[in-house]
């Protein structure tokens, strides 16, 4: 299991390639709730969004023990991630991306960096072709979430929240090392309450604690991209159990308008997967919870969401 | 003439009306000018701009003299600062704003408590009208920047950008209101150059510090149209005299493209006068003067762009 200490380790290992993001307090949406509602920015992480915190760390320990090369497979922020973790630290890295990737993804993938190959036609298959390279070529797998290194590195977000005395922090579950890592920091050292947050239908992880084991669901197509994953990962759901406090699958529509709001009233730019937080505040499930009065920190995990997109919200 | 003990005291009155932004590093504006660039995020300012700051040290100080209501015209971000420090005052606020002020602004400001009168076809007919009722009620105006207590709160900014060792602040120029503010403050203390940026054809500092006495310019619409003023003001302009390094004005086409990177690359919402200083960063005028391995900040000074220009932008 990941220690308080393996966080702490993390945090200084990924200086210098990772930044520390501003909390920012939103008067906005603390009137809208009826709370005092604070945001953590990783959409102004570098790459823009904070998988580099877990890439970063991960990378570094590989290349302490010699490691000089490493393959990953993503469509999104993992890829940039990994891509501009490598390039910081001198590291050759190959990022496998499925062939309907976006234009954008893959050229900014290149930008910090990293050398793509197209495979297959879903994530599914680059993933697949991803760990077949790794295997034949004793090349190192960097997976998204299910690696306690990549999570330590992830929990450093929580290092970075521990001092603000926080009732509750909103954080956007996908495979969930995001939220594994930030509740293993902040239960430590504070009272904060952990609250996940999935965009339906991919409700794995609030499913897989209601049941005691892994379940899959179903996939389909939503705005909030980054989260949109059908399963949780085995040392994410055996952490979560253990730490969160609560986790909720939210309507699409809600994501929807949180990504408006942030950017007609916060001026941030951010993903679906990245509002996944604010969706909540503004949900029904929320309003059923009658919280009131309550310092509430939301992680705005990312900001890579794509010109079309952002064109149709407005 | 403002003392930097003005504005310290200035710094302790805002409290609680505005906040202490967030001051971030840009690794893209870094990589793209060979400098190491940071961004002051005042578009993370309440009302979405640094007007809030000059409006509350002024309402505060009437207000300890006992004065109730205030009056102001302004179809922008002053409108909006002024409105809402008077709502955290518990203070009565007027403002004249043109009958073709956007429907966008008119609800921010009335959303902030203000009471709007729609007046005359142009800035400067509103502006009339408020200066006739303020004279007529006794009702303290609030001008935007020709004010010695407005830009005293706007040089809070450069006290959270003190301490930083910057070589150089960009800073965006409508009125001179920010930029007085902001050298006074900081050339108390660092060795900072200040730089002030207009967007063209509103060069009226540039030309009024050529000429040694204020110039009026032609206006056109721009995109920038937070620093659209055609003529500066008087203190402004003794203060920026003595203090000022180089004031340059730059073509709009160069505010188009920053508005873009900031959005797509940085990932915040930006307006045109915001955006004014990384404008600077990517026109052929500051390619000229080879600055390069350098601390600069830029000054991001509101995020109040409408929902059209940004779809436009996109």
Same mark, same amino acid.
């Given at each position: 299991?990941?220690?308080?200490?393996? #966080?702490?380790?993390?945090?200084?290992?990924?200086?210098? #390639?990772?930044?520390?993001?501003?909390?920012?307090?939103?008067?906005? +949406?603390?009137?809208?709730?009826?709370?005092?509602?604070?945001?953590?920015?990783?959409?102004?992480?570098?790459?823009?969004?904070?998988?580099?915190?877990?890439?970063?760390?991960?990378?570094?320990?590989?290349?302490?023990?010699?490691?000089?090369?490493? #393959?990953?497979?993503?469509?999104?922020?993992?890829?940039?991630?990994?891509?501009?973790?490598?390039?910081?630290?001198? !590291?050759?890295?190959?990022?496998?991306?499925?062939?309907?990737?976006?234009?954008?993804?893959?050229?900014?993938?290149?930008?910090?960096?990293?050398?793509?190959?197209?495979? @297959?036609?879903?994530?599914?298959?680059?993933?697949?072709?991803?760990?077949?390279?790794?295997?034949?070529?004793?090349?190192?797998?960097?997976?998204?979430?299910?690696?306690?290194?990549?999570?330590?590195?992830?929990?450093?977000?929580?290092?970075?929240?521990?001092?603000? =005395?926080?009732?509750?922090? +909103?954080? *956007?579950?996908?495979?969930?090392?995001?939220?594994?890592?930030?509740?293993?920091?902040?239960?430590?050292?504070?009272?904060?309450?952990?609250?996940?947050?999935?965009?339906? *239908?991919?409700?794995? !992880?609030?499913? =897989?604690?209601?049941?005691?084991?892994?379940?899959?669901?179903?996939?389909?197509?939503?705005?909030?991209?980054?989260?949109?994953?059908?399963?949780?990962?085995?040392?994410?759901?055996?952490?979560?159990?253990?730490?969160?406090?609560?986790?909720?699958?939210?309507?699409?529509?809600?994501?929807?308008?949180?990504?408006?709001?942030?950017?007609?009233? &916060?001026?941030?730019?951010?993903?679906?997967?990245?509002?996944?937080?604010?969706?909540?505040?503004? &949900?029904?499930?929320?309003?059923?919870?009658?919280?009131?009065?309550?310092?509430?920190?939301?992680?705005? &995990?990312? @900001?890579?969401?794509?010109?079309?997109?952002?064109?149709?919200?407005?």
């Amino acid at each position: 299991m990941i220690s308080f200490e393996d #966080i702490e380790k993390a945090w200084k290992r990924i200086k210098g #390639i990772a930044i520390q993001t501003p909390v920012i307090h939103s008067h906005y +949406f603390s009137e809208v709730s009826g709370n005092d509602v604070y945001f953590k920015l990783e959409n102004l992480q570098r790459t823009g969004s904070f998988k580099v915190r877990g890439a970063a760390n991960k990378l570094k320990v590989l290349k302490q023990k010699g490691k000089k090369e490493v #393959i990953t497979a993503s469509a999104g922020n993992h890829a940039q991630g990994v891509a501009f973790s490598a390039k910081s630290l001198g !590291m050759k890295a190959t990022i496998v991306m499925p062939k309907n990737a976006t234009r954008e993804k893959i050229l900014a993938t290149k930008s910090y960096g990293g050398k793509v190959l197209l495979y @297959g036609k879903n994530f599914g298959e680059a993933l697949e072709k991803a760990l077949e390279i790794s295997k034949q070529n004793d090349i190192a797998f960097i997976h998204p979430y299910d690696d306690e290194l990549v999570i330590a590195g992830q929990g450093t977000i929580g290092l970075e929240l521990a001092d603000k =005395s926080f009732d509750y922090v +909103f954080v *956007p579950v996908g495979g969930g090392g995001l939220i594994s890592g930030v509740a293993i920091a902040l239960k430590e050292q504070t009272d904060a309450k952990i609250i996940g947050v999935e965009c339906k *239908p991919f409700s794995s !992880m609030a499913l =897989s604690l209601k049941n005691g084991r892994i379940i899959k669901v179903k996939p389909k197509k939503v705005i909030a991209d980054g989260i949109a994953v059908p399963e949780i990962g085995k040392i994410p759901f055996e952490i979560c159990k253990e730490y969160v406090d609560g986790v909720y699958a939210i309507d699409e529509k809600y994501f929807k308008k949180a990504i408006f709001l942030l950017l007609q009233r &916060s001026k941030l730019v951010v993903e679906g997967a990245g509002a996944a937080g604010v969706a909540f505040l503004l &949900s029904k499930e929320f309003k059923k919870l009658k919280i009131k009065n309550r310092r509430i920190c939301i992680l705005i &995990s990312g @900001g890579n969401i794509n010109k079309e997109e952002l064109k149709k919200l407005l």
